[in-house]
């Protein structure tokens, strides 16, 4: 009776476990689906702001409807010739401190921009380049080209801090641009723009939705949550095992194990029933009979079992020992290999005869040659043949007991065809019986060492002579030499900065996350490179393009930074003049066609997604011609000028005045209420341009046509509505009265 209870109480579990296992799939799929709403955002718009963005977000309130994920973002493909133009552009929306991290030089980059809630966690992300991890970017690498929302096995968040760190993974979602095919792979690769993506800490997101759905059962149970198929330590989620029962999971049948496969990605999940679970198991009162004979019947086996154990006893001891004696041998040799394995050096076991017999993770990794092709080949193959001799001859000595170890430098052979630098230690390998049976290689690739060697004696003899500032550290990063080009940059002597820290020379607008990141890139590659921005004596900011290299010495211990920099702010000034001339007019400054055309696409995105109505004014100035054919076209040039500043007087800031090219003016207006304020405007601006202009001496005036067109009644594009306004625009001419024109409709419409 007690064993039926029992397992109708298991089969109950089961079910609630497999309810618990299909909520679980459900909350991720709904976050998915939060994404593709984000992805058509994105698509129905050629541009998003940070404000809608965020407006967007907000709307969703994730807090009440999808507690537990972390936030929702933006990821932007940004490629390297745009990666100023980005930054600067992200900074100006009031992020001074943002860049794209891990600095270093790239064809593609792949930026964090928007994430919402912008809160203190969800800030640390911003500029986080996901194709810097393997993990993430294959995960964004499926969601592209599969078209679908994919998801990371288990990582760590850039959000995470050194307090309560927590497991976590990303779901991704393409968005591709607008108006680009999306049918093959290769199109959607060609198509992609970025991603939208939802960071989530597993912890927060499963304890939530426990507690909100499976408020009394989450007390009962305890869960642990792998990333995989199986239960390896490193794919660990999430474990809410209680610490009595840590060392039972293998062993304890009362657990259920569900395996579910979830965007792109395999998740496995135990649950196992508490002490407090059982409380609910109930029994009746066993009967006397059924007490009585079970009594009879258990005292029956226990004297058949009393006879048999004892006749087994000394075979079971027996096979425990012999059992645990394996165990134990087995731990020691994994052991034994994990320490070899995760060693820097490479280490190999070669035969007396050249043989190689046993070899670690390091020679597979620093050779390029699988450990099946290189057990039992021959160990001088990877030597080049001009070098073998001497090495044999060192390995003789050593079976001849001539030394007890030598210690070489020399070129070794990938299976790539590369060579590299290897400073080679070789010991005798001896029996119990102290007879040589082989030789233990330990080899150390210092080509990077060597190379920083040459480079550092090679910087010593052109530093005075380069044209950009170079400062020289010690090993604690107190500067003990610059050259002349960095006293002429920053007006800093070397009796000013002797034995003192570069952080002298900071302008405090690189925080310390960006200075941890560039130390942890040089202690790691040696080297960074990157733009920041500095001081010179005077306090005059100072752009640099700075590179630091790390020079080590002959025992592969750092002895020198040299830091080298290029004084970037005439680039800079230079970059953001031609930025503004290719999108301002010449003449009047007033923003050009084709600023017109990218600010009056995004305002017809805008009155398209909140049905509101857009309008685009046509200015043409008439009796323009005789004042250039009279007075020159000096006077001309300063008419014009003239009626710019007027008609930037006139609009809103909202509004845009374009300079269409000659006497012809373009007004955007974003957003109005009716069209009798259009023509209140209309005649405003005709009135203020009619005004006349004192130009030496001389009164000269203008009128003007004004053609308006408006969204939606005359066009469903930007070409379509300056296209009615134009024409528009000549029938102003023709009504002499008022020389305003309002454009036919196309269809009839209602805007709101």
């Known amino acids: 009776m007690q064993k039926q209870e029992t397992k109708r109480v298991i089969a109950e579990f089961n079910i609630r476990a497999s309810e618990v296992s299909a909520g679980l799939e459900r909350r991720l799929l709904s976050n998915a689906e939060i994404l593709h709403g984000v992805s058509g955002l994105f698509t129905s718009s050629v541009s998003v702001t940070r404000d809608e963005f965020q407006r967007y977000i907000k709307q969703l309130d994730l807090h009440s409807y999808n507690p537990g994920i972390q936030g929702v973002g933006y990821i932007q493909l940004i490629p390297s010739t745009q990666k100023e133009q980005h930054i600067a552009a992200v900074r100006a929306e009031?992020?001074?401190?943002?860049?794209?991290?891990?600095?270093?030089?790239?064809?593609?980059?792949?930026?964090?921009?928007?994430?919402?809630?912008?809160?203190?966690?969800n800030k640390r992300a911003l500029g986080y380049d996901i194709q810097t991890d393997p993990v993430r970017m294959q995960a964004a690498g499926r969601a592209r080209d599969e078209g679908e929302a994919a998801m990371t096995d288990k990582i760590i968040l850039q959000q995470e801090t050194d307090k309560d760190v927590q497991?976590?993974?990303?779901?991704?979602?393409?968005?591709?641009?607008?108006g680009m095919a999306t049918s093959t792979v290769e199109e959607r690769q060609k198509a992609l723009r970025g991603w939208a993506y939802a960071p989530i800490r597993?912890?927060?997101?499963?304890?939530?939705?426990?507690?909100?759905?499976?408020?009394?059962?989450?007390r009962k149970i305890a869960i642990r949550l792998y990333s995989g198929d199986g239960t390896k330590a490193s794919g660990l989620m999430y474990d809410s095992y209680p610490v009595a029962s840590a060392n039972t999971l293998n062993n304890n049948n009362e657990e259920t194990i569900i395996s579910f496969q979830l965007l792109g990605t395999t998740w496995t999940l135990y649950i196992k029933p508490l002490p407090a679970y059982w409380l609910t198991l109930e029994t009746e009162k066993n009967s006397g009979i059924v007490m009585g004979a079970g009594l009879i019947l258990s005292l029956l086996f226990a004297l058949v079992s009393y006879v048999l154990v004892n006749s087994h006893l000394r075979v079971a001891n027996a096979l425990q020992e012999i059992t645990r004696a394996n165990r134990s041998l087995t731990e020691q040799e994994s052991l034994l290999r994990a320490i070899y394995d995760s060693s820097s050096v490479a280490v190999m076991l070669v035969s007396i005869k050249g043989v190689i017999i046993y070899i670690n993770q390091r020679v597979v990794d620093l050779f390029f040659i699988p450990r099946e092709k290189l057990i039992g080949s021959d160990f001088y193959q990877l030597i080049p043949h001009s070098e073998q001799l001497e090495t044999r001859q060192e390995i003789e000595k050593l079976l001849e007991?001539?030394?007890?170890?030598?210690?070489?430098?020399?070129?070794?052979?990938?299976?790539n065809a590369d060579n590299f630098l290897g400073l080679v230690t070789g010991s005798p390998f001896r029996d119990d019986k102290g007879k040589i049976i082989g030789i233990v290689m330990v080899i150390e690739d210092i080509t990077e060492r060597r190379k920083n060697e040459t480079a550092m004696r090679l910087a010593s003899t052109v530093v005075n002579a380069s044209p950009g500032g170079i400062l020289v550290t010690d090993a604690n990063k107190r500067i003990i030499s610059v050259n002349p080009a960095f006293t002429r940059i920053t007006g800093y002597t070397l009796e000013d900065v002797i034995d003192k820290n570069p952080r002298l020379l900071s302008s405090g607008q690189q925080d310390k996350e960006f200075y941890r990141v560039m130390w942890m890139e040089i202690n790691r590659t040696g080297r960074w490179e990157g733009e920041l921005m500095n001081r010179r004596k005077d306090?005059?900011?100072?752009?640099?393009?700075?590179?630091?290299?790390r020079v080590l010495d002959?025992?592969?211990?750092?002895?020198h930074y040299v830091g080298m920099f290029l004084d970037i702010s005439e680039r800079r000034e230079a970059e953001m003049r031609i930025q503004h001339l290719a999108h301002h007019d010449y003449l009047t400054d007033l923003p050009n066609r084709s600023l017109l055309v990218e600010r009056a696409t995004n305002a017809l995105a805008l009155a398209h997604r909140h049905k509101r109505r857009m309008a685009i004014l046509f200015i043409d100035l008439d009796r323009f011609k005789p004042i250039n054919d009279e007075y020159g076209h000096d006077a001309g040039d300063t008419v014009l000028k003239t009626i710019a500043k007027r008609l930037l007087q006139m609009v809103r800031e909202s509004d845009t005045v374009c300079r269409q090219g000659g006497d012809e003016f373009v007004i955007l207006i974003p957003e109005f209420a009716d069209?009798?304020?259009?023509?209140?405007?209309?005649?405003?601006?005709?009135?203020?341009?009619?005004?006349?202009?004192?130009?030496?001496?001389?009164?000269?005036?203008?009128?003007?046509?004004?053609?308006?067109?408006?969204?939606?009644e005359n066009g469903d594009t930007v070409d379509d509505i300056i296209q009615s306004a134009d024409t528009a625009m000549y029938r102003a001419k023709i009504d002499t009265d008022s020389r305003i024109c309002f454009a036919r409709y196309l269809k009839s419409v209602d805007p709101l």
Request: proline letters at 6%; charged letters at 25%.
């Open 202 to 218: 597993i912890k927060d997101m499963l304890e939530n939705y426990l507690q909100l759905e499976y408020k009394d059962l989450s």
């Open 675 to 712: 069209t009798e304020s259009l023509e209140r405007l209309a005649i405003k601006l005709r009135d203020e341009i009619q005004k006349p202009c004192t130009i030496k001496n001389y009164q000269l005036s203008v009128s003007a046509s004004i053609g308006i067109a408006t969204y939606p």
């Open 94 to 121: 009031g992020f001074p401190d943002y860049t794209i991290r891990p600095s270093g030089k790239r064809d593609l980059y792949s930026s964090i921009v928007f994430i919402e809630p912008l809160n203190w966690r």
């Open 401 to 415: 007991k001539k030394n007890d170890n030598f210690t070489v430098e020399r070129q070794y052979l990938r299976n």
């Open 539 to 549: 306090g005059r900011l100072l752009p640099e393009l700075l590179s630091i290299s």
């Open 554 to 559: 002959k025992n592969g211990n750092v002895a």
């Open 167 to 178: 497991s976590g993974v990303i779901i991704f979602s393409p968005i591709y641009q607008v």
